[in-house]
């Protein structure tokens, strides 16, 4: 099992005659027999030998020391069975003490017992770190994670696997959730420690690497929610999209709509589109949703697509359409009214019939076949008198 062992060096700079130098006048370390390991202090490499203090202690595999901790304190990491202080003496031999420390527990890796996936806005995500040993926790600590957010403490005290709930707030979002840093985890003013009363160490697998929650887990965090690019009524084969269009007086016996969407959706069925009575659904997994129902007598008709609730229209991370508000469009439908004036008369079926010899036109194209023909003339002489 690799453990930390953290040492206060408290006589780094008492430097006598005699001493072992790395050339830059800061006297060598000596930890008691024992493997060699490299090291570096202030600038100062030295050669690093380590054993247990005291009779019948394990031997060490090996030391190193990496990093400093704080002033004047460095963590090495060491493969051992048991905890033990170590002593260091100069390395002349002279028995002071330089310094001295116990193995403390320290972060063994993190994970997540949420399912890999993709999750959005409200979902909670449950996030493990274990130690190496058992660890008692007073407080909230707290886990900054690189999507923004930041887990909190839930559970796990007095055992080696702490748990941290994620919830996922708005604007937050990860291709790869993971924590931000290896110091990411912070006591918040609360405590992590050892069987023994010692503080843990709190120092993380650096995100990304082994041992580290985004190595262990796949799980993506979106909260960009899903919008409508286009609204379109569809009409025989043809079809008209109600966004951006400066007309809603619609000349057409509607059959169907079909919504084109910012991402895929994978929520949402034939209710999800309110207003049109529809009987028929398609699409679902696409970013492209067709709703379908019987052709609609004259009328004024006021849809919603839905955003929240049973039958809310969510993307793959369950994120509702313009985040859970969804989206109206209103329209009019009379068939034949070529003009949009609310009145299907002679002067439709004259307009209809002069469009024949002119570029297409999709107002005059009534059946929705593509071509503006007698087809249509005959069609708008059958509506003729008709008043929305």
Known sequence: MAHVLCLTLEGYYKATAGLTSNGDGQPALNFIAGTSGASSFNGATATVTATP??????????VTFP????DGTFAATVTGTADAHVLARYANGNPAILASGLFAVNVAGASATTADGTYGVGSSITITVSFTGPVTITGSPLLALNSGGTASYASGSGTSTLSFTYTVGAGQTSPDLDYTSV????????????????????ILPPPGAAGSLGANKDIVIDTVAPTVISYSVLFGSQSYNLIGSTRFDLPWQITGVRVVFSKPITSGDVNSLTGLGATGFTGLGTNTLTWTFSPLAKGQFSTTLIGSGVDAIKDGAGNGLFAGAGFAQSFKELPGDFNGDGFVASNDMVLISNARSQPYNIFADLDGNGAVDANDVLLDRKWLGTLL
Do not use: Q, Y
């Not at 203090?53 to 090996?62: H, I, N, T």
């Not at 990093?67 to 704080?70: E, I, R, S």
């Not at 110091?183 to 709190?202: C, F, H, Q, R, Y």
């Open 53 to 62: 203090e005291g009779a019948g202690s394990p031997v060490l595999d090996g």
């Open 183 to 202: 110091t990411a985890l912070s006591l918040n003013g609360g405590t992590i420690k050892d069987a023994g009363g010692g503080d843990a160490v709190l």
């Open 67 to 70: 990093v400093a901790m704080a």
